[in-house]
């Protein structure tokens, strides 16, 4: 699923925007789930790091795309921006927040069809890197590469994290490993979801993972070791 918010103030522009992106989807075999707002300062006061995609008008009465953009960058840096414009000069403007592309209007849907390319190559590099948590307190994303291990107790989730924090959270070990790299992570018993790059050694049916050290079960032990041979190259 895509989660895609679009702010557009003309209620004509936003539903042509909206319905290339229901005809991309339909294209491409994808699930696309669209909002639409024309009010930026209720959508920044209400704002939540829960999108995927932006599609920002530039030009809107009492504060532009490009501030809105500006003002959620200080708290999401991973959402993927595409600004909307009559003019295409403005747009550049945009690269300033991290921008990933622009669509100039009337919207064409080939133009769409490239942008949409270049969105989905950015939104491919992000998954890799961000996982988003459903934790106890709240929904939280998380660095892949920060994570240390994740432990299974009771129907519960416990990421471990380099800096020392953990989440905790509703889940199995199998679903997360459907989410997480396959490159990256290893189960080394059925408790244990392992972040390979943190492995500092393993010794008999012991696996140390930053400053702990985990159990290696007998059954995944040689799949362990292959994986983290792979792994470290």
Known sequence: MIRAAILEDD????????????????????????????????????????YDIIFFDIEMPGMSGLEVAEEIRKTDDTVVIVFVTHMAQLAVKGYGVDATDFVVKPVVYNDFVGVMSRVRRRLSVKQKKMHTVRSLSGVVRIDVSEITYVEVYKHRLFYHLANGQTHEAW???????????????????????????????????????????????????Q???????????
């Open 223 to 233: 799949e362990f070791i292959n994986r983290l041979v792979a792994f470290t190259g």
């Open 171 to 221: 889940g199995t070990l199998v679903q997360l490993e459907e989410e997480l790299p396959s490159e990256r992570f290893c189960r080394c018993n059925n408790c244990y979801l392992v972040n390979l790059q943190f492995v500092r050694g393993v010794k008999d049916d012991v696996v140390t993972v930053g400053k702990d050290e985990l159990k290696i079960s007998r059954p995944r032990k």
């Open 11 to 50: 209620e004509k522009e936003a539903r042509v925007l909206e319905q290339a992106i229901v005809r991309y989807a339909k294209e491409n075999d994808l699930s696309i789930e669209t909002e639409s707002f024309d009010k930026p300062l209720a959508f920044l006061s209400n704002y939540k790091a829960s």
